[in-house]
């Protein structure tokens, strides 16, 4: 599984780069602040959202901690998808939150 860290995306952002974030964190965690641009779908809904997901774009996949998003990034790359792991998830994060 590919992964990257906090810091990787927060320069690519700052670099201006289109980057397509999907946190799979639960609506009560999300409400205390997200990356901003980042797509919600709580990690019970990815199975069910993939007519919401694109085969040709890059998804950086995000959580607390990084092992929900680790799992999202099995399953959808399972079923075909370009995904990457944040590792460390939100606890990792240092950028600026919405």
Excluded at 1 to 25: F, L, W
Excluded at 54 to 80: I, T
């Amino acid at each position: 599984m590919k992964s990257i860290s906090a810091v990787e995306i927060q320069e690519k952002i700052k670099d201006g780069e289109k980057v397509h974030i999907i946190d799979v964190r639960e609506d009560v965690e999300v409400a205390e602040g997200k990356i901003p641009e980042a797509k919600h779908i709580p990690l019970g809904d990815i199975p069910d959202s993939l007519e919401k997901l694109d085969k040709d774009k890059h998804y950086y996949m995000v959580c607390r901690s990084g092992g929900r998003s680790s799992s999202a990034c099995e399953f959808l790359n399972n079923e075909g998808y370009n995904v990457t792991n944040m590792t460390g998830g939100m606890l990792a994060w240092q950028g600026e939150i919405e």
